[in-house]
């Protein structure tokens, strides 16, 4: 049945009075169906703006080469992979809330599972647009391909962790985006049933003829519950074969095996702090603050919480196995990190990663908008410095002492990374416009036993044990969209 | 006798939906579809569907990128060029492994996908088959064929007397895309 009566003891995942299901979907539609506000217009101008700086910094170094960038002969990877790993991190919070948290049917991902898939294909977009830059002559790209050729076809190297990373990266766009997509159907077809003229002409062609008959239905829910099956490996392998890019080498620093775990615990960690970041405003900016509540901000605190842990947990396991091993060159990558000349990088990483997140342990952090927006913030600076102390500071004092030197960026790599910022938010508040920011269908689906209304009338109608009833209202104390006087009399 | 194609009975809540479904089932008249703006979970038994076999070709799809993935690896590295590399064997199946778990997952994703998109008749561009606007929004409908069951007075009492808020009698089968 749709309507079985969730325990009062769960905290509400929608709030406010008097919402129908006509309510989610005005509520939802606002920003696809009015003109942007002003807060939208100058974000989008900021994100514009950057994304251009973008344009302008690739397009450069399409015409002049990769001499335009930092990179020396022992220092090969920099800027470039640091900002790959990042967005590729990013892009997994996505797939973990619409793939892990649906087998796990946990229904708090239904208000933010769509904002966070589509977070996830623009941050793949963004890391995708590094891989084809650093391989210096894109127009070449296809040839990581194993595409018959000129040289009696010699293949590509199959052995090779870099070839596993394209087909691990390829699969996972191509399959985020078809995830994304297919929930996306149902939700099209409500704004095309409500638009009239070349909107409803648009949507229309990009509903697929979505009807919501119980065949569609039926079909659409094994679709979904098969697609989060096959994405949840698939989400842990991407990272995996991401660290295996590193973990394969013989580089100290790099030639480790905790690598995958840590790896795919860190992608997690920048990735939620990514949805944080993008959410808390959204929330605020759309006034989705019933449907997005203080119990998700803080369900998502409480992972960054854990998965912070499991990366402190991993550089600390590091610095032990490194100082175990009795290897000298892996001894010394591990002191250089640490007092070496990039010491400050590996401290505002350990900082950033494991130190402040802890903070969320005192409820009064993990349940407050400020302090998780800027926290988010600091997590992602973080787990941007973790990959260049991965990189930099590994590739830049190995073996040879002679060879040893400094990584000094230039304009052009910074400007690239800030730009691919503006390219990821210019097509996220455009997604923002046209598409609906939440699952209206799945919200829809848990407004009968999950909402605050519900579970008020429960209570009401004395069909809840008075002390339960008293847990619950105590526990709506946390949230911002719940106001404590009109709780006074129930 | 009238022209009245199909009898529409609208819901606002999935429990009225699902009690109008019984009352009609109980006095023998026949469904057509029923349109909802959310999946209601325990529908398809009642309306006697059979279990989508989405599954199953998802299975198949994905085992068919198996095979594709490991025998295209293993003609291009040990059959067709095999490399000396380092005096290590051609064949080294652990490497194998990432290229066929990732051809397995996008074959599966995407051979669902197009079944799904084949079986509910999905393309970019297909005219819907909507007979109510508001069931993708928040109505939720009950779809009577008026030819097959020709008594729409004892329908929109049983229908109303479940808790219909609104009943159609449509004249034209889809609302117009046109």
């Known amino acids: ?490 | 006798m009238s022209n009245v194609k199909y009898i529409l009975g609208h819901f606002e809540d999935p429990d009225d939906l699902m009690h109008g479904i019984e009352k009609l089932q109980e006095n023998n008249v026949g469904i057509y579809d029923v349109y909802t703006p959310m999946p209601i979970h325990g529908i398809e038994e009642k309306l006697g569907y059979k279990r989508s076999r989405l599954p199953i070709a998802a299975f198949c799809f994905g085992l068919t990128g198996t095979i594709t993935a490991f025998s295209m690896i293993y003609y291009m590295l040990v059959y067709d060029w095999p490399m000396n590399i380092g005096g290590k064997p051609a064949f080294a199946m652990p490497n194998f492994v990432p290229i066929t778990f990732e051809l397995t997952v996008l074959f599966a994703a995407y051979g669902m996908m197009f079944t799904f998109f084949y079986a509910n008749h999905f393309f970019p561009g297909r005219a819907p088959r909507v007979m109510d606007l508001r069931a993708t929004d928040d109505r939720f409908i009950i779809a009577v064929d008026a030819k097959a069951n020709p008594y729409p007075d004892k329908i929109e009492n049983l229908l109303k007397d479940a808790g219909a808020v609104e009943v159609k009698h449509n004249e034209r089968k889809y609302v117009s895309y046109e």
């Open chain 1, 1 to 490: 049945m749709s309507a079985h009566n969730e325990s009062i003891l769960r905290e509400p995942l929608i709030t406010g009075e008097n919402i129908t299901y006509s309510k989610i979907t005005n509520d939802v539609l606002v920003p696809v169906e009015n003109k942007p506000n002003k807060a939208w217009w100058i974000g989008f101008g900021i994100a514009v703006a950057f994304a251009l700086t973008w344009v302008v910094t690739i397009s450069y170094t399409f015409w002049v080469g990769l001499g335009t960038w930092g990179l020396n002969k022992t220092v090969g990877w920099a800027w470039d992979i640091t900002g790959f790993v990042w967005w590729v991190g990013i892009g997994h919070a996505g797939t973990l809330i619409s793939a892990v948290l649906l087998l796990f049917r946990q229904n708090w991902r239904n208000s933010i599972n769509r904002s966070a898939e589509a977070m996830t294909i623009f941050a793949v977009i963004c890391a995708a647009t590094y891989i084809f830059a650093h391989m210096g002559r894109p127009w070449l790209a296809y040839w990581v391909f194993p595409l018959p050729n000129q040289f009696g076809s010699l293949w590509v190297n199959f052995n090779s962790p870099l070839v596993w990373d394209v087909f691990a990266i390829s699969t996972y766009f191509s399959v985020s985006l078809v995830f994304w997509y297919t929930g996306l159907l149902p939700d099209i077809a409500t704004i095309r049933d409500r638009a009239t003229g070349a909107r409803r002409r648009i949507y229309s062609i990009l509903s697929f003829g979505w009807a919501g008959s119980v065949k569609n239905w039926q079909r659409f829910e094994a679709v979904s519950l098969i697609l989060a099956g096959v994405s949840t490996p698939l989400v842990l392998s991407v990272h995996t074969i991401v660290s295996f890019d590193f973990a394969t080498s013989l580089e100290p620093g790099w030639h480790t095996t905790i690598f995958p775990p840590y790896f795919v615990a860190g992608a997690i960690f920048s990735g939620f702090a990514m949805v944080q970041t993008l959410l808390l405003i959204a929330r605020k900016v759309m006034k989705w603050e019933n449907y997005i509540t203080m119990f998700h901000i803080e369900s998502m605190n409480k992972v960054i919480i854990v998965t912070g842990s499991i990366v402190g947990v991993a550089y600390l396991t590091e610095l032990f196995i490194a100082w175990y091993s009795g290897v000298e060159y892996e001894q010394y990558a591990f002191l250089n990190r640490i007092s070496g000349p990039y010491w400050w990088a590996y401290w505002s990483m350990m900082t950033c990663n494991v130190i402040s997140p802890q903070l969320f342990w005192f409820k009064k952090i993990r349940t407050s908008i400020w302090a998780s927006w800027v926290l988010s913030i600091v997590v992602n600076i973080g787990m941007w410095f973790e990959r260049f102390v991965i990189i930099v500071t590994s590739l830049h004092r190995d073996f040879i002492p002679s060879s040893w030197v400094m990584f000094y960026p230039t304009v052009v790599d910074v400007l690239l990374f800030v730009g691919s910022i503006g390219v990821f938010f210019t097509l996220f508040l455009l997604f923002l416009r046209v598409l609906p920011g939440i699952a209206m269908a799945e919200v829809k689906l848990i407004l009968k036993s999950s909402s605050d209304q519900a579970k008020q009338k429960l209570i009401r109608e004395g069909k809840v044990d008075p002390e339960q009833a008293e847990f619950y209202k105590n526990s709506l104390e946390k949230y911002d969209s719940v106001s404590k006087t009109e709780y006074a009399n129930i």
